[in-house]
C-alpha cells in the first residue's frame, strides 16, 4: 500500500502562484508514476499533470500547460505541483494519485489522497 498526504493549498489573488506537495510513504514511491488530478464544486474530477516513475515524462492538460509544472524528489518520496499565473478557474481540490499507470486517466491509478483545496480569488 502506498499512502499518499497532499499539502500546501490555500487562498491565492489571480496572478499568484502556489506550490503543492504530495507526500508519499509505503511501497517504493520510485517505482510509481504520479499524478495530479482536480475537482471543481459541481464538476467532474479532471486530468492535471503526470509524471513518469523517472521524471523523464511530463503530461499536462492543455488547461495549465505552460503555468504549472510537475516533478518528483525520488529521495523524499514527494511530487510537486508548482502553478503559477492561477486563474479563478483553477478553483477546485488537487488530489495527488500514484500507480503503475501513467496517463490522463483516473481510474486506472491505484492510490489518491484526501485532496487539498485552492480558491483563486478574482
Do not use: H
Amino acid at each position: 500500500q502506498v499512502q499518499l498526504v497532499e499539502s500546501g493549498g490555500g487562498l491565492v489573488q489571480a496572478g499568484g502562484s502556489l506550490r503543492l506537495s504530495c507526500a508519499a510513504s509505503g511501497r517504493i514511491f520510485r517505482w510509481y508514476a504520479m499524478g495530479w488530478f482536480r475537482q471543481a464544486p459541481g464538476k467532474e474530477r479532471e486530468f492535471v499533470a503526470a509524471i513518469s516513475l523517472s521524471a523523464g515524462s511530463t503530461y499536462y492538460a492543455d488547461s495549465v500547460k505552460g503555468r504549472f509544472t510537475i516533478s518528483r524528489d525520488n529521495a523524499k518520496n514527494t511530487v510537486y505541483l508548482q502553478m503559477n499565473s492561477l486563474k479563478s478557474e483553477d478553483t477546485a481540490d488537487y488530489y495527488c494519485s500514484g500507480g503503475q499507470y501513467y496517463g490522463t486517466d483516473g481510474r486506472r491509478y491505484d492510490y489518491w489522497g484526501q485532496g487539498t483545496q485552492v480558491t483563486v480569488s478574482s
